[in-house]
């Protein structure tokens, strides 16, 4: 199934709007000894920062996966000799994710 590329903008675009607002009461109901220090604001936003860079960097490396595993079955059945090429080409991209993971994990790490 093949999804125009502006419906699956739109529909992560929905997404995050609907976890801003499900997450701004959140940030706002802090407990009375983070409010004094005013830390609850700063964690909530390093939190959101953590998913988003996750999240972001899986998308990026599923998008660009199916993309190559396509062409890559492609490449295969005409020229199977190429079957080690193509499977280093679809490792390249697990790279986003792998510094997506570690992008949320010095931001957690911060709050």
Do not use: C, Y
Request: no cysteine; net charge neutral.
């Amino acid at each position: 199934m093949n999804v125009p590329m502006h419906k699956a903008v739109r529909v992560v675009a929905m997404a995050l709007v609907l976890a801003a607002v499900l997450a701004l009461p959140a940030l706002a109901a802090e407990a009375p000894e983070v409010a004094a220090r005013g830390d609850g604001l700063r964690a909530g936003l390093l939190g959101l920062a953590a998913a988003l860079s996750l999240a972001f960097g899986a998308l990026g490396t599923a998008w660009a996966q199916s993309r190559i595993g396509a062409a890559a079955a492609g490449a295969m059945a005409e020229r199977p000799e190429v079957g080690g090429l193509m499977l280093v080409f679809l490792a390249l991209p697990e790279t986003m994710i792998i510094l997506g993971f570690l992008v949320a994990f010095f931001l957690i790490g911060r709050i």
